[in-house]
């Protein structure tokens, strides 16, 4: 499915590598919240009142396969609609679930100028803010209904996207010398960019994490060491009376286990009270997803094990005569 694209954009299509091209007014990721009233014209908003917002872009059928916007119902824009035929628009899954529960939107009409339009396509959700933005309620117009002053280009290729650059900019200045070219950019780089201040804020979250993690292990090691000491005289005992070095080694660490087993609970628990704080900065996973906090949980474990093993170990090599002499 090719998408109906402006004559530019076909020319540019031919050009070696470039496997799609579509154009849009707004790029997603970058921050754009632009909204218009969504009004279905078999239940329009009470006298009064004003139409819930939602998000709208212009765009040609192009834009929706070279970002892989997939189709969910209806059809893309065709080359029929063109300026002086019928108004037709696409929206959102979020949109559909939203106003169309239950109900297949295609066909149906919203209100706006010109006498409304009609719903001819749904298409997926898309996260027009950032990466970490839940994904809105968005109405696609057709852009060669409306074209504008100004449009994104985006293209799909097939390797180096950078390496297209020259011999699209050589096509289009063939066909139009005063077009202008701006912000050349991948979308591996708007992705990055849209995240910045999240990346910054999980790396310093993590950094700190990672010296609580090490805090945490000295100070368990701290307190088995000074565990151990204390009862010198108790392992000395078992030992003469039979204990082999394996039981005293289970038994230090049992009770290793035991204060990792509380903290890991009281952690967990701690962690899902907090997470509401955290889902901010979160993409592609929950607060509560059960991988994360399992893996968290074993990490945490397992480096109080370890720090356990080691005066577990020499507490293993305790010398029973000298351990129960007297101290003087």
Same mark, same amino acid.
């Given at each position: 499915?090719?998408?109906? #694209?402006?004559? *530019?954009?076909?020319?540019?299509?031919?050009?070696?590598?470039?496997?799609?091209?579509g154009?849009?007014?707004?790029?997603?990721?970058?921050?754009n919240n632009?909204t218009?009233p969504f009004d279905?014209?078999?239940k329009p908003?009470?006298a009064?009142?004003?139409a819930?917002?939602?998000?709208?872009?212009?765009?040609t &059928?192009?834009?929706f396969t070279?970002l892989? /916007?997939?189709?969910?119902?209806?059809?893309?824009?065709?080359?029929t609609?063109?300026?002086?035929?019928?108004t037709v628009?696409?929206?959102s899954?979020?949109?559909?679930?939203?106003?169309?529960?239950?109900?297949?939107?295609i066909?149906r009409?919203?209100?706006g100028?010109?006498?409304?339009?009609?719903i001819?396509g749904?298409?997926g959700?898309?996260?027009?803010?950032?990466?970490t933005?839940r994904?809105?309620?968005?109405?696609y117009?057709?852009g060669?209904q409306?074209?504008q002053?100004?449009?994104? #280009?985006f /293209?799909?290729?097939?390797?180096?996207p950078?390496?297209a650059?020259a011999d699209?900019?050589?096509?289009?200045?063939?066909?139009?010398?005063?077009?202008v070219?701006?912000?050349?950019?991948?979308m591996?780089?708007?992705?990055r960019?849209?995240?910045?201040v999240?990346?910054?804020?999980?790396?310093?979250l993590?950094?700190?994490?990672?010296?609580?993690l090490?805090l945490?292990?000295?100070?368990?090691?701290?307190?088995?060491?000074?565990?151990?000491?204390?009862?010198t005289r108790?392992?000395?005992t078992?030992?003469a009376?039979?204990?082999?070095?394996?039981? /005293?080694l289970?038994?230090?660490?049992?009770d290793?286990? &035991?204060?990792?087993?509380?903290g &890991?609970?009281?952690?967990l628990v701690?962690?899902l009270?907090l997470?509401?704080q955290?889902?901010?900065l979160?993409?592609a996973?929950t607060?509560?997803?059960?991988?994360?906090?399992a893996?968290a949980t #074993?990490?945490?474990v397992f480096?109080?094990?370890?720090?356990c093993?080691?005066?577990?170990?020499r507490?293993? *090599?305790?010398?029973?005569?000298?351990?129960l002499?007297p101290?003087?």
């Open positions: 499915m090719s998408g109906v #694209l402006h004559p *530019r954009l076909r020319s540019a299509r031919r050009v070696n590598g470039i496997e799609s091209v154009g849009a007014v707004v790029t997603p990721l970058t921050g632009w218009v279905r014209a078999d908003v009470p009064g009142e004003r819930p917002d939602v998000g709208w872009q212009a765009a &059928a192009g834009y070279t892989r /916007i997939p189709l969910r119902e209806g059809r893309l824009f065709a080359p609609d063109r300026p002086g035929g019928p628009v696409i929206i899954e979020a949109i559909r679930d939203r106003f169309f529960p239950g109900e297949s939107p066909g009409r919203i209100l100028p010109e006498g409304g339009a009609e001819v749904v298409v959700n898309i996260r027009r803010a950032a990466l933005d994904p809105r309620a968005d109405l117009f057709p060669e409306g074209p002053p100004e449009t994104t #280009l /293209i799909r290729t097939a390797g180096d950078r390496a650059v699209v900019r050589s096509t289009l200045r063939a066909i139009e010398p005063s077009i070219m701006r912000d050349i950019t991948t591996d780089d708007v992705a960019r849209s995240v910045q999240t990346s910054l804020a999980l790396w310093l993590g950094l700190f994490a990672a010296i609580a090490a945490a292990s000295v100070g368990i090691y701290g307190v088995m060491s000074y565990s151990v000491r204390q009862r108790e392992i000395g078992r030992l009376l039979g204990a082999t070095p394996s039981n /005293i289970w038994m230090i660490m049992r290793g286990l &035991a204060v990792s087993a509380l &890991a609970v009281i952690g701690a962690g009270g997470s509401r955290m889902r901010p979160l993409f996973t607060p509560g997803d059960p991988v994360t906090l893996g #074993l990490l945490l480096v109080a094990l370890t720090a093993y080691f005066p577990a170990r507490a293993t *090599r305790t010398n029973p005569r000298e351990s002499i101290d003087r």
